[in-house]
């Protein structure tokens, strides 16, 4: 029984990565042996307090704005969306004159929150954004130096010609 125990198959269980064939083993072996049984309730155990250690405290702040969105969604009217129908009048347009309505949003927050990869990639593609202006500007004044040349020598062979 040790040998099944220590197999790898209970960890599996307790995960939930085991196959169904798996599963029903694990509980008809749980049924007959104690052991078994313990094996598991000590690893139920030893996951749980693994996720304890692991978990991230919420915000002091989360649990009113949740129930406080939970009281908003409870007392609201309990209507049956509309299903819309394309060229069907459902007269909304007659009370906003044609005009297209829009549900104001509010929010909390000023900044936007993005992922540390993301503020590194937004500071290189700004820094190749400068660079390629850079590069931009010098070849546009380069183009500007080379057709003034261009004219010049323009210029000078029209006036070898007429001498000629």
Not at 1 to 18: D, F, K, P, R
Not at 57 to 82: F, K, S
Not at 100 to 121: F, G, L, N
Request: net charge negative; aromatic share 10%.
């Amino acid at each position: 029984m040790q040998e099944y125990i220590n197999s790898g198959i209970l960890e599996t269980y307790v995960m939930g990565c085991a196959s169904e064939q798996e599963a029903r083993e694990v509980l008809s072996m749980k049924e007959k042996y104690p052991e078994v049984k313990n094996a598991l309730i000590e690893l139920e155990n030893d996951m749980e307090r693994l996720a304890a250690s692991m978990a991230i405290e919420p915000p002091h702040n989360l649990w009113p704005q949740i129930a406080h969105e939970i009281n908003e969604i409870v007392l609201r009217e309990h209507n049956q969306p509309q299903i819309y129908r394309e060229g069907i009048n459902t007269g909304k347009e007659e009370n906003t004159g044609g005009k297209p309505q829009y549900i104001d949003v509010e929010s909390e927050a000023t900044h936007m929150r993005i992922h540390k990869v993301w503020r590194w990639v937004f500071a290189a593609v700004f820094v190749l954004g400068k660079i390629f202006l850079g590069f931009a500007i010098y070849y546009y004044l380069e183009n500007r130096q080379m057709n003034e040349q261009v004219n010049e020598l323009k210029t000078e062979l029209k006036q070898i010609k007429s001498t000629k």
